[in-house]
C-alpha cells in the first residue's frame, strides 16, 4: 500500500469531514436565499459535470481490460445514472433549496404533477447516505490509479476530491436544515451532523484498503468503478441543474456563468 497515498487520502478524509461539517453547521444558522444558493449549486454541478466527463472517464477507460472498453464503461455509467434516478425516485433526497422563495416557487409550479415538497426524513437521510457511500468508493477506488508524476499525486483523486469536498457541505445542508424543518432538537441535529460527516471519509479509507485485496483484478475493477461514478456524478450534476431550468428562467445570467465556471474548473484541473 502507497504510504504517500494513504497519507493524501487522509488528509482528504479530514478536509471532507470539516466541510461537511461546517454545511450542517450553518443549517442551524439561517436559511440561505434562493438566488444565493442556486448560483453555488450551479458552480458546484458545473465542476461536478466537469470531472466526471474530463476526468472519470477517461481514466476508466484506461482500466477496462479488453475489447469492448468503451461500450463497457459507458454500460456502467448509465447504471451509476439509472441507480441515482431510482435513489431519487424512491427517496426524493436531492433537495438544497430550503429557502421561502423556493418554496413560494415550487408550489405555484406546481400543477398536479405530484411534485413533491416536503419528503420523509427517514428517506432523505437513507438517500443522501447511499449517495454519500458511492462518492466515498468513488474518491477510495481513485486513489488507487497511478500518479503520472513521480512521487506526485492522482489526478483522478484529486478531481474526485474536490467534487466532494464542494458538494459534501450542500448536502449536510440539505439533511440538517430538514431536520430543522420537522422540529428535531439541536442535540440530535449536532449527532446526525458528525454521523454523517463520517461516512464519506469512513467508506473511502475502507474502498482505498479493500480495492488492493483484489489482486489482478484491482485495474479492472477501478475501471468499472469509476465508470459507475462518472455515471452517479453526472446525474447528480443533472439533477442540480434541471428543475431550476425547468421551474423559471430568473437570473439566468449569474447561473449560466456559475455553471461555465464550475465546468472551467474541472476542464483547467
Known amino acids: 500500500m502507497d504510504a504517500n497515498s494513504v497519507l493524501v487520502l487522509s488528509a482528504y478524509s479530514v478536509a471532507i ?8 453547521k450553518l443549517a442551524g444558522m439561517g436559511t440561505m436565499t434562493h438566488t444565493r444558493t442556486q448560483v453555488v449549486v450551479s458552480l458546484v454541478a458545473g465542476f461536478i459535470l466537469g470531472i466526471a466527463m474530463f476526468h472519470l472517464l477517461p481514466d476508466s477507460l484506461d482500466h477496462i481490460p479488453g475489447p469492448g472498453g468503451l461500450e463497457k464503461a459507458v454500460g456502467w455509467m448509465v447504471l451509476g445514472m439509472v441507480l441515482m ?32 415538497h416536503s419528503p420523509r426524513l427517514f428517506g432523505v437521510a437513507l438517500g443522501l447516505g447511499v449517495h454519500t457511500a458511492t462518492e466515498g468508493i468513488a474518491l477510495g477506488t481513485s486513489m488507487r490509479l497511478e500518479s503520472p508524476y513521480e512521487g506526485g499525486v492522482s489526478l483522478a483523486g484529486l478531481g474526485v476530491f474536490l467534487v466532494i469536498l464542494l458538494h459534501k ?21 449536532t449527532l446526525t451532523n458528525f454521523g454523517f460527516a463520517l461516512l464519506c471519509p469512513v467508506v473511502a479509507l475502507a474502498s482505498f484498503g479493500g480495492v488492493e485485496l483484489l489482486g489482478p483484478e484491482e485495474g479492472a475493477v477501478i475501471g468499472y468503478v469509476l465508470s459507475f461514478a462518472a455515471g452517479a456524478f453526472l446525474c447528480i450534476a443533472l439533477g442540480d441543474l434541471l ?27
Open 169 to 189: 457541505p450542500l448536502d449536510a445542508y440539505s439533511v440538517i436544515s430538514m431536520m430543522k424543518y420537522v422540529g428535531h432538537s439541536q442535540r440530535a441535529r
Open 85 to 116: 434516478i431510482l435513489l431519487q425516485h424512491i427517496f426524493h433526497f436531492h433537495q438544497h433549496d430550503f429557502s421561502r422563495e423556493a418554496r413560494d416557487l415550487y408550489n405555484d409550479h406546481d400543477h398536479g404533477h405530484g411534485v413533491v
Open 243 to 269: 428543475p431550476e431550468i425547468h421551474f423559471h428562467s430568473h437570473d439566468r445570467g449569474k447561473l449560466i456563468v456559475s455553471l461555465l465556471v464550475g465546468i472551467s474548473l474541472a476542464y483547467v484541473l
Open 17 to 24: 469531514y470539516a466541510a461537511s461539517l461546517l454545511g450542517g
